[in-house]
């Protein structure tokens, strides 16, 4: 009888063994899938209304990105000290220049921005026409008078290595992608 329970024990420690294991490898695995290729962030206001709405959970990535005019980005700013989330107006090197009516044009040509919410109606800060230096994007949120974006100075032109990922889908409420 006490081969049996040894071998009871031991059967059962090794299950136990290859449980723990198994959790702390999915865990694991987890764990780098969305730290180095997908992360999860949730809007905050209505900067990218009626694009985004404030709470939505996105799932952004930032693996092997290079940042194109249109895309909706997150990125961290010093200024507000967290995470915004902005679509890419231009680019290093492009030209920024807004209207007096406020129209948007990059390198002279019209933007057709048929995403945007409200039109903007506070001052701008940046200089324009504005050319975007190396490494950096220009950012504008698509709700233009509830953004804080880099017409302003205060958050200024987004540095690639402060671009934490590009929005790949839209979780929650609303599932589904985002052009």
């Not at 299950?15 to 987890?30: F, H, P, R, T």
């Not at 780098?32 to 290729?37: C, E, G, W």
């Not at 290079?66 to 890419?88: A, H, M, Q, S, T």
């Not at 402060?162 to 929005?167: A, P, S």
């Amino acid at each position: 009888m006490e081969k049996n329970e040894t071998k009871t024990k031991i059967n059962w420690l090794s299950e136990l063994y290859e449980l723990l294991d198994s959790v702390v490898l999915s865990a694991v695995c987890v764990l780098v899938i969305f730290t180095l290729i997908f992360r999860i962030f949730v809007v905050s206001g209505d900067s990218m209304y009626p694009t985004l709405k404030n709470g939505e959970r996105l799932v952004v990535s930032g693996l092997f990105y290079d940042p194109k005019p249109g895309d909706i980005i997150c990125f961290y700013n010093d200024y507000k000290d967290e995470v915004l989330v902005k679509r890419v107006i231009a680019t290093a090197g492009q030209t920024v220049d807004i209207s007096d009516d406020l129209r948007v044009f990059v390198d002279g040509k019209e933007l057709p921005e048929d995403y945007i919410g409200d039109i903007d109606t506070r001052k701008m800060t940046t200089p324009m026409p504005y050319t975007v230096e190396d490494n950096c994007v220009f950012v504008m949120g698509d709700n233009r008078g509830d953004s804080m974006d880099s017409r302003d100075m205060r958050v200024g032109t987004v540095h690639k290595n402060d671009i934490l990922g590009r929005l790949i889908i839209r979780l929650f409420p609303r599932f589904g992608t985002v052009r």
